[in-house]
């Protein structure tokens, strides 16, 4: 089994469009009270997202998603959500989880990949919920519509995996199980918090 199917199987495992929160804001079921606490909430691991680019030395990737970190914010305005950091557990362990595997090269490609590799798929599905179900305007989709066609950095860094020596290629693909184990979690808490009570 080469290294790309492994870790499209450990992906596969905690696939986030099978998650109830997401098939709930598909069927437009999810309450706006329950994104809103979404966009605060996440926009916690999204913020992390530039110090895994930055360890890699992609300082232009890092760049952009600085910006995209900002059209998160414009995501969260427009459902009128308060801004704020991570209070749930699942969301604060996910942030934490994000920063320690971005700390070095080899766990923050497998950390990265777990998310880049499902952002098109995730961000498409997310974009149709919201025009077909929910109130938002076009600056609280552009997050989504930018990721829904982007496949290129997850293509790059499986470039970068496939080049490492073994050892490091076993190093991403743990990190690629807990950051993914991490975002499922993650939905848990705000789904649980949310939808639950």
Not at 17 to 29: D, E, I, V
Not at 37 to 64: C, M, S
Not at 85 to 113: C, D, H, M, N, W
Request: charged content about 20%; proline content about 3%.
């Amino acid at each position: 089994m080469d290294r790309t199917q492994e870790l499209n199987e450990i992906v596969e495992k905690w696939n986030l469009l099978k998650h109830p929160f997401y098939q709930a804001w598909s069927a437009g079921t999810l309450p706006v009270e329950a994104l809103q606490v979404y966009a605060r909430e996440y926009g916690a691991f999204i913020k992390t997202l530039p110090q895994g680019w930055l360890t890699l030395n992609d300082a232009e990737t890092a760049h952009e998603e600085k910006e995209h970190a900002e059209l998160w914010q414009d995501f969260g305005k427009s459902l009128g959500a308060s801004e704020g950091s991570a209070e749930i557990a699942q969301t604060v362990s996910l942030a934490q989880t994000a920063k320690a595997l971005f700390a070095i090269p080899a766990s923050a490609l497998g950390a990265l990949y777990a998310f880049e590799v499902q952002q098109p798929a995730t961000a498409k599905s997310k974009l149709d919920g919201l025009r077909k179900w929910y109130n938002v305007d076009d600056a609280g989709e552009k997050y989504f519509a930018a990721h829904s066609v982007n496949w290129r950095e997850s293509e790059k860094i499986l470039a970068q995996i496939n080049a490492l020596p073994f050892n490091e290629q076993e190093q991403t693909l743990e990190a690629c199980a807990k950051m993914s184990e991490a975002l499922w979690n993650g939905l848990t808490g705000i789904y649980e918090k949310t939808c639950q009570n």
